[in-house]
């Protein structure tokens, strides 16, 4: 038996991957122990993990989480590793390294700038993973936000070039607090500078996004490691009149915003409200604000609900309208859902571009986000076989993947050898999808 500390952070897209695997290590016989955000303990204490409080809690109503939100393709990559993972990486650092060094292993999210030091101090194997798809440099697939298939290799490479020097500055500021706790510099910060050279772990399914053939061998793609946060002593499907989930023939289209705090979710959920109004369709408006109204002459084929595992929900849906985090982006995928993404920042565009390209639904970008052209772009998903076939079979295939289980697998090769590590590297086709 092993003890492994966990520490993650982000949206639930993030965390979820990291308690599924937790899960899984507990039930082989390991001890998982999460080194979290105090906010976040007491959930895994419910789920009857480990858990211990580090660090100070995000306040999504500062000015500077609001400058985060900003619907933007670069200037939130920005604000998020100069002005809030760069200057954690000292104090990080200082409060994981005495917990790491009572462990066998550490895995940490790939955003964790302090791992890097954490690992070097310590001397503890170290695994860093991440749900974030195009997630590393290829020539051989398309560079994010790209929402065509297999451009040029050179265009490729112009692309990558681009995104460096956008974020080069980046890599100065953060290797000067690694000069002060005495660590080597590294490189890419913004792409690979929290990845673990022994292994970094893709953690979405590799039928969703195929592993670039000219990734290193250290980045593996695991699978789809999908975890609901259950809802205690409720059934959702209470809080909502019997004529929204009957089988009315009218197509029933959930939008939601995920887990991502927005500054302004009603917006989102009135121009919702107004593309459906003209029409027969029928919604859930999941994670709407507290006290959001839904008008009378709508109750009974519109509902808002605060929450439902989308493991539930998902599947009685003909449509859903998202924002394009990669949780909730996989998850429709994995139950086989035309989406429409809207996306407002990070991998979310990517995510969407991702979705067009592959045919597994349409996007809308945030500044053309009106109700006449969401409802017209919602016709179009509805009445496309071609997106609801495919979406359809990619479904069946991710279901059919060890997800998890892989993951696992992977990280109990580090503890056993690197030989065993190195058999997985060579054989991850054979291991893709159990039929």
């Known amino acids: 038996m092993a003890r492994i ?9 993030d965390f979820n991957p ?8 507990k039930k082989r016989g390991h001890d998982p122990c999460f ?12 789920l009857d993990l480990e858990a211990i409080g580090v660090g100070p809690d995000v306040d999504p109503h500062s000015p500077l989480y609001r400058r985060l939100l900003q619907p933007s393709l670069t200037e939130p990559i920005d604000v998020l590793f100069r002005e809030m993972l760069i200057p954690a990486i000292q104090p990080a650092t200082e409060l994981l390294t ?3 060094k009572e462990c066998d292993l550490f895995i940490t999210h790939t955003l964790q700038l302090a ?17 974030a798809t195009n997630c590393y440099p290829s020539l051989m697939s398309p560079p994010p936000t790209i929402p065509f298939q297999k451009p040029p290799r050179l265009f490729n490479r112009a692309a990558w070039g681009i995104a460096g020097a956008l974020f080069g500055a980046i890599d100065e500021q953060a290797n000067e ?8 510099p590294r490189r890419n910060i913004v792409v690979s500078g ?8 893709g953690l979405f399914s590799p039928t969703f996004f195929p592993r670039p053939p000219d990734w290193p061998s250290w980045l593996q793609v695991s699978g789809y490691a999908r975890w609901d946060a259950p809802l205690p002593n409720e059934d959702w499907k209470n809080f909502l009149p019997q004529s929204i989930l009957g089988q009315s023939g009218d197509p029933l289209i959930v939008f939601t915003l995920g887990s991502n705090v927005v500054i302004d979710p009603r917006g989102y959920y009135e121009t919702a409200l107004e593309a459906i109004r003209p029409t027969r369709w029928r919604a859930i408006l999941l994670g709407a604000p507290a006290g959001f109204e839904i008008p009378s002459s709508m109750a009974q084929r519109v509902a808002a609900l605060p929450y439902a595992p989308f493991g539930e929900l998902f599947p009685m849906a003909s449509a859903i309208v998202h924002q394009g985090g990669i949780g909730t982006t996989q998850s429709a995928c994995y139950f086989g859902v035309p989406a429409l993404v809207v996306p ?10 991702h979705v067009r390209r592959n045919g597994l639904g349409l996007r809308l970008m945030p500044r053309n986000l009106t109700a006449p052209r969401l409802r017209r772009r919602l016709k179009r998903l509805l009445g496309s076989d071609e997106i609801r076939y495919r979406t359809a079979a990619l479904g069946l295939r991710m279901r059919a993947e060890p997800g998890v289980e892989r993951s696992v697998d992977l990280i109990e090769a580090v503890l056993a050898s690197e030989s065993n590590l190195k058999t997985l590297y060579d054989a991850p086709s054979r291991e893709r999808v159990r039929t």
């Not at 500390?5 to 897209?13: A, P």
């Open 18 to 25: 990291f308690i599924a695997i937790a899960l899984e290590l």
């Open 344 to 353: 407002r920042g990070f991998d979310q565009f990517e995510n969407a571009a």
């Open 5 to 13: 500390l966990l520490h993650t952070l982000g949206s639930s897209g």
């Open 115 to 131: 791992a890097p030091a954490v690992a070097y101090r310590t001397g503890v194997p170290w695994i860093s993973a991440t749900p």
């Open 194 to 201: 929290g990845y673990s050279r022994r292994l970094t772990i």
């Open 177 to 184: 607090e690694y000069r002060k706790l005495g660590v080597p």
């Open 98 to 100: 005495p917990l790491v």
């Open 35 to 46: 080194a979290v955000q105090p906010a976040h303990v007491r959930s895994l204490n419910a």
